[in-house]
């Protein structure tokens, strides 16, 4: 019986000189591509969710073959033999659905043989690996918020007003307590008569 061993061109989408070639059986599935490209790149393999688009549109959910802990079309069940694939033709690897790291990979050849492969080769390493955080957006300092310029005149008035609150904090108890006993309506000696005391 004839198997297919798929030789793949791995590469970042930005660094097309920096590549990752393998030879796999047609029967490896997309899942187990996942784990051999993050071996290749040393790329974490278990933490992050991945996703391949056979289309070769990052996010084309017709063509998505996706981590199996997310919901869509599972890439451990998608094998290669039966994705259509042929030489030249390139798809989409997409690690992290956050901090996206794009790949492309492109089939450089299809082989028939008569053993198949027993475990992925790595048939080539060019170029230095982007480091394993590349195509994580950077996180810039943020400012303290600043006023609408429309509220600025509002914010000093309330600012103003809270310092001299603070300032009467001390007497705060003397206060409430000249207020309980110099409001009409709780002195049940008054009889209050058209809103006015008698």
Do not use: C
Not at 25 to 35: E, F, K, N, Y
Request: hydrophobic share 45%; no cysteine.
């Amino acid at each position: 019986m004839a198997h297919r061993t798929f030789r793949l061109s791995v590469s970042p989408e930005d660094l097309p000189e920096v590549r990752r070639v393998l030879d796999l059986d047609g029967r490896t599935s997309l899942a187990q591509l996942h784990l051999e490209i993050a071996r290749a790149y040393g790329l974490p393999a278990q933490g992050e969710l991945y996703a391949f688009f056979t289309s070769g549109r990052f996010w084309d959910a017709a063509t998505a073959h996706i981590d199996p802990r997310a919901e869509g079309r599972r890439a451990d069940k998608s094998l290669l033999f039966r994705l259509g694939l042929s030489v030249g033709k390139t798809f989409a690897y997409l690690l992290g659905f956050e901090n996206e790291r794009h790949y492309l990979v492109t089939v450089q050849a299809i082989s028939e043989v008569d053993t198949a492969l027993a475990a992925p080769v790595l048939v080539e390493a060019a170029g230095d690996a982007p480091p394993p955080d590349a195509g994580a957006p950077e996180v810039e300092p943020t400012a303290p918020d600043e006023d609408p310029p429309e509220l600025t005149e509002l914010v000093a008035l309330a600012e103003a007003f809270l310092d001299l609150d603070d300032e009467l904090e001390p007497y705060a108890d003397a206060v409430a307590d000249a207020l309980a006993h110099h409001e009409p309506w709780d002195d049940p000696g008054v009889v209050l008569t058209g809103g006015m005391p008698s």
